[in-house]
Antibody, heavy 121, light 107 residues
């Protein structure tokens, strides 16, 4: 059974940093691309960032480019999102999402339960 | 970026009703589209991939169709557990983009 467990969310002041983690199990982690998707309170879904199986291809939404960094450790079956210079508009539930392919261009098939990021002074 | 629209934005329906949701892409995306169901407080769940392929374990009352720029999700006979918000997402072009969602609630 595929399991994606996010952690690292919390309350942070504007301008500060936070690092999200996602522990994956139940599948061959290094065979698939992974993504972060977020959902602001009461809003829809927004793709944030994605990383291919080998980390050779990485993408970011314009809204986070230059502030967020995605990475993965295939030996630890883990995905990360380093979030710097956080803004109030980054406040959302962040989902770790497994892709159905090894490359960035592919459908999302499994989602974690999310970790909440609150940005407030 | 490809823009995705959905209609309607919300609908009220009764158990047993046939429900159709439309998703349109601002340019052709072949069949690179998925449909997801999200219930309050829960993570999205994939229902349909490649526009018309049913995710394993998803009831057969759900179906998807379309190609190019126009797609539909149909629930043939709405059940109580189907009241939720439905999202389409395209992955033909980078970055992947979501539709704004369609909320299905009880009439």
């Amino acid at each position: 059974e595929v399991q994606l467990v996010e952690s690292g969310g919390g309350l942070v002041q504007p301008g500060r940093s936070l690092r999200l983690s996602c522990a994956a199990s139940g599948f061959t982690f290094d065979g698939y691309a992974m993504h972060w998707v977020r959902q602001a309170p009461g809003k829809g879904l927004e793709w944030v960032s994605g990383i291919s199986w080998s980390s050779s291809s990485i993408g970011y939404a314009d809204s986070v480019k230059g502030r967020f960094t995605i990475s993965r450790d295939n030996a630890k079956n883990s995905l990360y999102l380093q979030m710097n210079s956080l803004r109030t508009e980054d406040m959302a539930l962040y989902y770790c999402v497994k892709a159905a392919t090894s490359t960035l261009q592919g459908t999302f098939d499994y989602w974690g339960q999310g970790t909440q990021v609150t940005v407030s002074s | 970026d490809i823009q995705m629209t959905q209609s309607p934005s919300s609908l009220s329906a009764s158990v047993g009703d046939r429900v159709t949701i439309t998703c349109r892409a601002s340019q052709g995306i072949r069949n690179d589209l998925g449909w997801y169901q999200q219930k309050p407080g829960k993570a999205p769940k994939r229902l349909i991939y490649a526009a018309s392929s049913l995710q394993s374990g998803v009831p057969s009352r759900f179906s998807g169709s379309g190609s190019g720029t126009e797609f539909t999700l149909t629930i043939s006979s709405l059940q109580p557990e189907d009241f939720a918000t439905y999202y389409c997402v395209q992955h033909n072009n980078y970055p992947p983009t979501f539709g704004p969602g369609t909320k299905v609630d009880i009439k």
